[in-house]
């Protein structure tokens, strides 16, 4: 029965929902730590990667 | 044949989150650095597939979340003590790295289900829409939303954070700077 899926589904979830607040934190540090890295820009291994990749910059085409 | 300009520039501009998405993804830098450069080599040997004027960072999220996955079934059939093995690559990750305020969020992070932990990060750091991380992990928006909200409850009973509490970069930095370093 559904009714019995469902309330099988909500015991399995957590009962209590967390706070704006905590949520608001825990979000907070992940966009953190997220951010730190993307704040390092692109690494030179990758630009250099990209135009290699690229035929642009094939020694090939010359 | 040449790279279309305006698709070379939008890939460059993937990059840094694509980087931030793999590290939070796996824990490790080097690991990180390693899937992002896969992850650009099958973009563009598979760059006729994009369709031009579609979301290309969440195109190149897919490759990457696909890879990370493939290679991380094959990591847990070689290596048993896979979970040791990432905890001790998390110890040695703050100083390397500078990280040191994020050093207990990145462990408790490390500790959910892979599919939870992505779900979180895709739509809490990348700024994906549920639509979108439905789309990069290939599930319904609506499993997206559950691993979300298990991710968050997971991570608030890891780092024992309820309303009120002292919690945060400041506090954490606090203690490892008076613990010595």
């Given at each position: 029965?559904?009714?019995?899926?469902?309330?099988?589904?909500?015991?399995?979830?957590?009962?209590?929902?967390?706070?704006?607040?905590?949520?608001?934190?825990?979000?907070?540090?992940?966009?953190?730590?997220?951010?730190?890295?993307?704040?390092?820009?692109?690494?030179?291994?990758?630009a250099d990667l990209l135009s290699q990749l690229d035929n642009k910059d094939n020694k090939d085409r010359q | 044949m040449p790279m279309d300009d305006a698709v070379r520039k939008q890939i460059l501009d993937s990059i840094p989150s694509l980087r931030a998405f793999a590290i939070s993804l796996c824990g490790n830098v080097d690991r990180a650095d390693d899937l992002v450069q896969e992850t650009m080599v099958r973009a563009i040997a598979n760059i006729d597939s994009f369709q031009p004027g579609t979301n290309m960072p969440a195109?190149?999220?897919?490759?990457?979340?696909?890879?990370?996955?493939?290679?991380?079934?094959?990591?847990?059939?070689?290596?048993?003590?896979?979970?040791?093995?990432?905890?001790?690559?998390?110890?040695?990750q703050p100083e390397q790295q500078g990280h040191i305020e994020f050093g207990e969020f990145r462990e408790a992070l490390s500790q959910l289900p892979t599919d939870?932990?992505?779900?979180?990060?895709?739509?809490?750091?990348?700024?994906?829409?549920?639509?979108?991380?439905?789309?990069?992990c290939g599930c319904a928006i609506g499993t997206i939303k559950s691993r979300v909200n298990r991710a968050r409850n997971r991570l608030a009973e890891l780092l024992q954070v309820r309303d009120g509490d002292d919690f945060g970069p400041d506090e954490q930095t606090r203690a490892v700077l008076a613990s010595g370093e």
């Open positions: 029965m559904d009714t019995g899926a469902a309330r099988a589904k909500k015991h399995d979830a957590k009962p209590a929902k967390l706070g704006r607040e905590v949520q608001a934190r825990l979000g907070q540090q992940l966009r953190s730590m997220y951010d730190e890295v993307v704040g390092q820009g692109v690494p030179d291994r990758f | 195109w190149l999220f897919t490759i990457l979340r696909n890879h990370f996955r493939s290679e991380y079934r094959k990591r847990r059939r070689e290596v048993e003590d896979a979970d040791g093995h990432y905890a001790d690559t998390l110890k040695s939870q932990r992505e779900a979180l990060i895709l739509v809490g750091a990348s700024g994906f829409s549920y639509e979108e991380a439905a789309q990069i």
